[in-house]
């Protein structure tokens, strides 16, 4: 007797081999959609191996990764152009530009490969490199939750701009980020669809602030020049190369490239033309901003440059921080960073000022280009909401700043005291073991247009009316716009920057940023403006002080107090001798 189940024995047959031939033909359509990238989808690296065998069909990791892929619209953004959102992937992108300050809808529709736009400088094309003779590069590329599809594009970015002649590894480093996105997915992601000796990942166990970072991805790193980029960056073609043949040639210099601008709403990149970009300042509140190409610097360099001077390295006093590259040895060298920073920002000011009064240069390089993600805001709180910026700046300026530290607390009252900055005894005896010059030097030298409101006056300080307990004062307005300048009563302490102004020897009454002048009416009394200074001193509205007045030379009129209180706006009037009102005390 045959056993039971011999019973139904053909037909389960036929039905194993319906499914066999369906399980055959689901793998052929499946392995179509995971093939590795091709050369149009962007990475056309010669030597890349790609693992495909890592990847697992069924598992969810790799299901999130086709979900991604599948979202995304070839040939969307290419070329750095502005993408708008329509509908409800509009709401979306909106609503996570206020949560995150960029628009990640967005960026999960543009492919990991949109190309940027050659922006530039076409004298820059007939520059050819041996890039067998080159330095090679570590690209460090740190974040803490970054969206992932603007970390990813990044990488993509970097392994579809450089040339892996060049490009000895890209290391991300991880810092502690709780975005799960970042973890198992972004792993898979570089295992599955990158070459395997391209990219190494550091994770972080904790948050340790973008200045450690760095310093983990440094400390792995085998290239010997590092490439530091922040986790939302688009290169444009041979960015690198110009960078490691200026570092070739000049092993203290430290450069950035030209830091172009791409939307955080719709992702346009913008370079605002190849002949206009601009060089790292700083303010006396301690942080960085942009300034044009001094006069003096371009007539360096017609004298030094073998190239033109549109393409030649161009000194910046300072820089931004986030792109730069640097001989690894001389990273070291020069002291890497502060380790006792925390979070983020200050370190740039810092490796700004040490970099130049320890010997070495820090050079814009104009054939060398990244786009960067500016946020309105930072995306991410800091550690136990301190601070870190204001922190890290303190210690800076003990180390690096000698006596103007006081023009830094003068804008920063509230870091002067009670504020634990930790120790700086190890970055003091750096500076001595470098034997770097003082700030003064760094002043004189490096960044002569920067306005000193102590150096060379008439007068600084408080402005105080004889008839009154009113001091001049910016009724704290933005001195980046126009302003009334204001009377209000005067600070008793030490003076702090709303109530500090200068006049210059060459008859300026200004502060920081902002010059007075004289906004005409119909009839006196005329309102004292505070303008944007220009660049050139001796192109701002001069002012006269004699016998306690303040003469605006053009129009002949005085400063005048009469009749104002604590808030208001003060003004210029006919002159009189003798006039209690009219005369003013200048006071530090
Ligand atoms: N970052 C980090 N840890 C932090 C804060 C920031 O690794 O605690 C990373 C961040 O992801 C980015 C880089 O540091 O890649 C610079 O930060 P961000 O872009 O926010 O600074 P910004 O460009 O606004 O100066
Ligand atoms: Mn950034």
Known sequence: MLPRYRRSFYPRLALIAIVLVCILIFTKTINKSTDPPSESEGLSLSNAVVDVSLRKKWSPLE????????????????????????????????????TIALNEELSEHLSYNRTTPDARNPLCRTITFDRASLPTASVVIIFYNEPYSVLVRTVHSVLNTA??????EIILVDDGSSNVELHEKLDYYLATRL???????????????LIRARLAGARIARGEVLVFLDAHCECVVDWLEPLLARIQESRTSVLV?????IDAKDF???????QHFQVGGFSWNGHFDWIDVPKRERERQRQDCKVPTEICPTYSPTMAGGLFAISRDYFWEIGSYDEQMDGWGGENLEMSFRIWQCGGTIETIPCSRVGHIFRDFHPYSFPDDRDTHGINTVRMALVWMDDYIELFYMNRPDLKNNVDVGDVTHRRILRNKLKCKNFDWYLKNIYPEKFIPTKDMIGYGRFVSLASDLCFDDLQQN?????NLGLYTCQKSDVTKSQFFSLTRDGVLRNELSCATVQRSSSTPFLVVMAPCQANNKHNEKWEYFRGQLRHIDTGLCIEQKGLRSHDFVVVDVCEDDTLSQKWRIEH
């Open 163 to 168: 040339d892996r002649q060049v490009l000895k």
């Open 63 to 98: 299901r999130m990764v086709l979900a991604d892929l599948a979202k995304q619209r070839p040939g969307l953004g290419d070329d750095g152009k502005s993408v708008i959102l329509e509908g409800e992937e509009k709401v979306r992108g909106e609503a996570k530009l206020q």
């Open 268 to 274: 346009q990149y913008s370079a605002n033309g190849y």
């Open 257 to 261: 490239p030209i830091i172009d601008v």
């Open 479 to 483: 001195n980046e716009e126009p302003y």
């Open 195 to 209: 070459p395997q000796d391209a990219v190494k990942t550091v994770r972080l166990k904790n948050r340790l602030g």
